[in-house]
Every structure is written in C-alpha cells, then in structure tokens.
C-alpha cells in the first residue's frame, strides 16, 4: 500500500489567491490587539521619548535643532524594526502550527502567500506611517522642510523592506526566540552604519563600502532629503528606489527559501 504525498504547491502567481491571503491576514491582525497595538502605538510613544530628550537642547543658528534632524530619520528607522519583529514572528507562526503546510497542499504558491503576506503587512505599515509622521508633525512639532506626505512615503517603503526582510528571516527560523535573534544580524548593523550615528563620509572606508550596500541607508538619506529640500529630490526618489528594490529582492529570496514546516 502505497503512501499519498501532499501534492506540491504551484509556483504560479495567482492575483485571486494572492488577495486572499491578504485578506485572511487582515482579518487576523484585526483580532490581535497587541500586535496592532505596537504596530501603530509603539513608534509614536518611542518618538515621544526622543522628544523629551532632544526637544529642549540647543542648535546652531541656521540648523536643524537634534529632534528634527534626528527623529526625522527614526520616522524610517521605527517601522524598520517593527515590522521586521511583527512580520518575521506571525510567519513562524504559520509554519509551527503546521497552517503554512496545509495551506501549500492547495493552489496557493509560495509567491501568493508571501505576497498576500507583504501586501496585509504593507498596508499596516501604510496606516501606521500615517499615524507616526501625524503624531511627529503635531504634537511634537517635527520641522519638515519637505512634504509630509514625501516623508509618509519614505516610512512606508522602509515599513516595506521591514516586512520583506522579516519574512526572509523568518524561513531560517524554528522559534519565535530564534526569529527575534535575527534582529542584532539584519537590523542593528544597518541602523548602526546608515549615518545616524555618525555621518558616513567619517567612517573608515571599509565601513563605509558596507554601508554602500544597505538599503537602510538609502532610506535615512532619502529622508534628510526631505528634511532640508522643499522639494523632491532625485537623490530622495533614487533613495526610495533602492530601499523598494531591495525588499522586492528580500521577497524573491523569501519565497526561494521557505519551508513548509518547522523540523
């Protein structure tokens, strides 16, 4: 007597099960409290604290004061991490409680779940940019040079490459604590080297190449664009660009990589 074998997902892209997916993972964050809870509260709060320390010190005549130049480019760093935590959490999720398994036993490819995945998750990134760069610009009177919808747009693409990155994460996991140590791997260096901390062109040049290659850093710059420039800068859409491109890259290579189930 022979064994029956799952029949194997397809690798083709359908639009139909795509939003479905979508569909049933929005579904699933409206019931999941905390986790949009942190989504859409958490950046603002940790913005809020960035204030009090900043708000008050004094800048040089002429420049930006430390809260706007530096919460400016938290407002891409937050949804960064975020949706990087969220993101790469809820997908182990699927694939130990054996859901991710039976969903691929039916026509729904790798590409659509991932996809319906990027897609639910981009738009809780869409909601919660809105909401952190509408709490900075008004309650803790974040100066923009720019548009703020430019800097909404920056934050989306980096709540984006988040998801993306989260995802990827996600396939070389077993555990939640397993997931969550990918963050000091993929998170920490970027943010460390993305010219928050200190401006790029001090570091030592092989840090510098290193930095060259983060599409974090990309997003930082697109957003000081936007915080010196009234308007929108080549450089800015080249920035936003790049970051976009490297979380349609995160994507393919999550979809090349994910397993089925947690052995």
């Not at 991490?81 to 993101?87: A, R």
């Not at 077993?174 to 993929?186: D, L, N």
Request: net charge positive; with cysteine.
């Amino acid at each position: 007597m022979t064994t029956a074998t799952p029949t194997r997902a397809p690798s083709r892209l359908s639009p139909r099960l795509t939003a479905a997916t979508t569909s049933r993972v929005l579904r699933q964050l409206r019931h999941d409290h905390r986790t949009i809870a942190m989504m859409l509260v958490l950046p603002s709060l940790l913005l809020g604290l960035l204030h009090l320390l900043w708000a008050d010190l004094p800048s040089a005549p002429g420049q930006p004061g430390t809260f706007d130049r530096v919460g400016l480019a938290m407002l891409g760093v937050f949804p960064f991490v975020v949706m990087f935590l969220v993101t790469s959490i809820a997908m182990l999720r699927e694939r130990t409680s054996g859901t991710l398994e039976r969903l691929l036993t039916t026509p729904l490819s790798r590409l659509d779940l991932l996809l319906g995945y990027g897609l639910a998750f981009g738009l809780a990134a869409g909601l919660q940019a809105v909401v952190t760069v509408t709490v900075a610009t008004t309650l803790y009177d974040l100066d923009v040079a720019g548009s703020v919808w430019l800097v909404v747009l920056v934050a989306v693409a980096d709540a984006a490459l988040g998801v993306a990155l989260g995802l990827l994460a996600s396939a070389f996991a077993r555990s939640e604590f397993q997931a969550v140590q990918f963050m000091p791997v993929i998170v920490l260096p970027q943010f460390f080297l993305c010219g928050l901390l200190v401006p790029r062109e001090q570091m030592a040049g092989w840090l510098q190449a290193i930095s060259d290659v983060l599409p974090l850093t990309y997003a930082v710059e697109a957003l000081q664009e936007v915080g010196r420039s009234p308007e929108a800068t080549g450089r800015m859409w080249a920035g936003v660009g790049i970051v976009a491109g490297a979380a349609l890259l995160a994507l393919a290579l999550a979809a090349a990589t994910l397993r089925r189930r947690t052995s």
